[in-house]
């Protein structure tokens, strides 16, 4: 039997006998994104990209805070004008690619984002909030481990007419594969919800078919996933909605998130369960939370510090495997 190894340095082969290309061997550094890697993990970061963008801003030598955004503070379209609008977009602009691997940055970053097209000086002040707190964390990045299992596990979550311009909520969810941390999003919703059950469903549909493309994408690589997936959601009225088709009548403005999350659930393909409040991980991704419930969901998102990776000499599966929360 042929072995892996062979047959990788074969494909390699061949694509460099068809394009201009060659093998740098392992990973390293891509596209601004470092990985450093060892026998039980990979580590992403973006350390040069953070501090390059903190030497643009010129807030190297700024105090560091423990949290991107001020608790129970919503931005809104009112006051002064920035008066140097291009600055603030190229800033935030940059800043949202580095939540490729800071996901602790999600919520804040698409906040200031929905103000580009006019910018005030409260805007401004979110934004060096946010390159605050990096300053104090530009050493931290994704830890992803080496894992066999295939368990997907989502967290999903709303603020509900958290806007105070349109009134409209915001979408939170992640993604796990085993204990690694696969997707994640935060997202003001495209229409008003009437309800904070109807918000949480929007936002359980939109997590549902983010699942429901992973899975596909897996079964594409011949990987088949365990049934059924589960969603955890911390809005009881929502998973009533989800799991008794009795209440339809009462939401056909959303017949369609109904009818989809509802047709998986029929199936056996999903299930959706409850988590209490203060252990919902996908909460830091609509809001901001107090300083000791956002540490506890950085460390369940394995966003950590690489000089706590050194030391600890990569973390082993079976610890790694505790840090997410399990729900029956």
């Not at 004008?81 to 690619?97: H, I, K, M």
């Not at 698409?110 to 097209?117: A, D, F, G, T």
């Not at 403005?253 to 409850?274: M, P, T």
């Amino acid at each position: 039997m042929v072995s892996e190894t062979s047959l990788i340095k074969t494909l390699i082969t061949r694509l460099s006998t068809e394009f201009a290309m060659k093998d740098l061997g392992s990973l390293h550094y891509f596209l601004g994104v470092e990985v450093q890697s060892n026998s039980q993990c990979l580590f992403l970061s973006q350390i040069k990209y953070a501090l390059d963008l903190l030497q643009r801003a010129d807030m190297v030598g700024t105090k560091p805070i423990t949290t991107p955004f001020v608790v129970g503070h919503h931005l809104s379209t009112e006051g002064k004008p920035f008066s140097d609008p291009t600055l603030f977009r190229s800033l935030a602009g940059a800043l949202q690619y580095l939540t490729i691997t800071r996901p602790d940055l999600s919520f804040s970053v698409n906040s200031i984002c929905q103000y580009m097209h006019a910018p005030t000086e409260d805007h401004f002040h979110a934004l060096k909030h946010i390159l605050r707190y990096v300053k104090g964390t530009v050493h931290h990045g994704l830890q992803l481990h080496r894992t066999s299992s295939r368990e997907l596990l989502a967290y999903s979550d709303a603020d509900w007419a958290g806007c105070p311009d349109t009134c409209r909520s915001t979408t939170g969810y992640v993604i796990f594969l085993g204990a690694n941390l696969v997707s994640w999003c935060s997202k003001k919703e495209s229409t008003v919800s009437r309800s904070n059950a109807e918000a949480e469903y929007r936002s359980l549909a939109v997590a549902t078919a983010k699942v429901a493309w992973i899975v596909q994408l897996l079964r594409d690589l011949r990987r088949q996933m365990p049934s059924p997936l589960k969603i955890l959601c911390d809005n009881k009225s929502a998973i009533f909605m989800a799991i008794n088709p009795v209440t339809r009548p009462r939401s056909k403005h959303i017949a369609i998130d109904y009818h989809f999350v509802r047709e998986l659930i029929a199936n056996g393909s999903l299930k959706v369960a409850f988590v209490p409040s203060h252990l919902q991980l996908a909460d830091s991704f609509t809001k901001g939370v107090t300083k000791p419930q956002f540490l506890l969901f950085c460390n369940k998102l394995h966003v950590i510090s690489f000089t706590t990776l050194s030391l600890k000499g990569g973390d082993k599966e079976e610890s790694s495997s505790d840090s997410i929360l399990d729900f029956k």
